[in-house]
């Protein structure tokens, strides 16, 4: 079937999807039946039924070819910090790191992961290179040395040089949002303070 869609099918196209989102990602019991669906978003006013709703639940699944888990950088991001992103060779600001060194890391991955997330172009990236940029974002952030590592390497799938042009998106949209805050040490605190999650 074409993938231009009629506008009098947008509702009911944008109703089966959230309703095939929400069966995928809820219990059953939270989510809200079919007729209720089509009383809530008017769609029976425009002559939609059970059956026609199904029908549009069906080809959003079609052309989505049934592939309905994405995974963001943020779970890869995860990952990478559970396995290690520090090492007790890494230097920080000059000096050995400190026992938080780690959680500042994964705050700043956070941050980095949520700032990315609220500008469309990102999307262009892999999530699992992505994540790559966003961990090389957060070592450089805080200032640590080696910024990257063969470790981070074996651990990501990507060398640094792979990743360079979305490491400078990254911190290009960074430091454009927070002006000032890439050329200077700051706290992961300071971070959160300034960016509404």
Avoid: M
Avoid at 44 to 67: C, I, K, P
Avoid at 149 to 177: A, M
């Amino acid at each position: 079937r074409s993938n231009n869609i009629p506008r009098s099918q947008w509702q009911l196209i944008a109703t089966a999807c959230i309703s095939v989102a929400a069966k995928y990602e809820e219990a059953e019991e939270h989510c809200p039946p079919i007729p209720d669906l089509l009383l809530l978003t008017k769609l029976n006013q425009a002559g939609h039924t059970s059956l026609s709703f199904r029908d549009g639940e069906s080809e959003v699944l079609r052309y989505l070819g049934w592939r309905l888990r994405a995974i963001p950088p943020l779970h890869i991001i995860g990952y990478f910090l559970a396995k290690g992103a520090t090492f007790q060779s890494d230097s920080w600001q000059g000096r050995a790191l400190i026992e938080k060194i780690p959680k500042y890391v994964k705050k700043y991955a956070e941050f980095f992961c949520n700032l990315t997330l609220q500008e469309y172009a990102f999307q262009q990236y892999l999530p699992s290179q992505l994540a790559a940029a966003i961990l090389l974002a957060s070592r450089v952030a805080l200032q640590l040395q080696p910024r990257w590592r063969p470790e981070l390497t074996r651990l990501t799938g990507y060398e640094e040089s792979e990743i360079k042009v979305v490491f400078n998106h990254v911190w290009s949209y960074y430091e454009e949002q927070f002006p000032g805050h890439g050329q200077r040490s700051i706290s992961p605190q300071s971070i959160a303070e300034g960016f509404p999650y």
